[in-house]
């Protein structure tokens, strides 16, 4: 079973630049989560999508942060513009169930490291 | 709001010990409750997750416990190895919209 890809691995951007992550989840998992971590922090949530709902994003920076999942399956993160503090690893995850089936043991992909310099 | 905290932030230890990873949480109405493994410049390996109705989960040297009414897990590790050297996260998953709340970490070093 293919893992969840994320890609690029690294990034490096100056400060208000605009920048976007592309996340493939599991086949078939129909939630899907977006993390932000911090160096020396653990990951936080920034959005929950199941299928192609959002389930939570309350703590997703809105004026700079937006994110999509079309057709319920891929996922892209992007910020616009960028600030020094957004310099953080950014993982996708997903899992087999949500609200009506919880299956909720996730899976995480590799991330990607944002530099904003 | 739920707080996930974890004791020690960082742990150095030499080879062969036995030890103990801390994690307690302030809502005792979780779902489920998973540890993680994460190396340098790497996404997050699952170790175990515990159910909210189990007490305790194995996989080969580890070990994890959990306590609700105390809001409180524990992740003992035998015999450990240098190859054990990395950080470990616990998470603990809500009840209802299925969210990962994650604690700081504890990273461990094991001295060969």
């Known amino acids: 079973e293919a893992g969840v890809a994320q890609s690029p691995r690294y990034k490096i951007i100056e400060k208000r630049q605009s920048v976007a992550f592309w996340c493939n989840p599991i086949?078939?998992?129909?939630?899907l989560y977006w993390y932000q971590q911090i160096l020396g922090q653990g990951p936080k949530l920034l959005i929950q999508?199941?299928?192609?709902?959002?389930?939570?994003d309350s703590q997703l920076p809105k004026d700079r942060f937006s994110a999509e999942r079309l057709k319920g399956v891929d996922s892209t993160l992007k910020i616009q513009p960028a600030k020094l503090e957004d310099s953080a690893v950014y993982l996708c995850?997903?899992?087999?169930?949500?609200?009506?089936?919880?299956?909720?043991?996730?899976?995480f992909g590799q991330g990607t490291r944002l530099t904003v310099v | 709001k739920q707080e996930v905290t974890q004791i020690p932030a960082a742990l150095s230890v030499p080879e062969g010990e036995n030890l103990v990873l801390n994690c307690s949480f302030t809502?005792?109405?979780?779902?489920?409750l998973q540890w993680f493994r994460q190396d340098p410049g790497k996404g997050l390996t699952s170790l175990l997750l515990?159910?909210?109705?189990?007490r305790e989960q194995t996989s080969g040297r580890l070990n994890a416990s959990l306590d609700k009414s105390s809001g409180r897990s524990t992740l003992y590790i035998a015999a450990s190895q240098p190859g054990d050297s990395a950080t470990y996260l616990c998470?603990?998953?809500?009840?209802?919209?299925?969210?990962?709340?994650f604690g700081t970490g504890t990273r461990l070093k094991v001295l060969a």
């Open positions: 999508f199941q299928n192609n709902g959002v389930v939570d």
């Open positions: 515990i159910q909210s109705s189990q």
């Open positions: 086949s078939g998992h129909a939630t």
């Open positions: 998470a603990v998953i809500t009840s209802g919209t299925y969210k990962y709340i």
């Open positions: 809502d005792s109405a979780i779902y489920n």
């Open positions: 995850a997903s899992s087999f169930g949500g609200r009506e089936i919880p299956e909720t043991e996730a899976f």
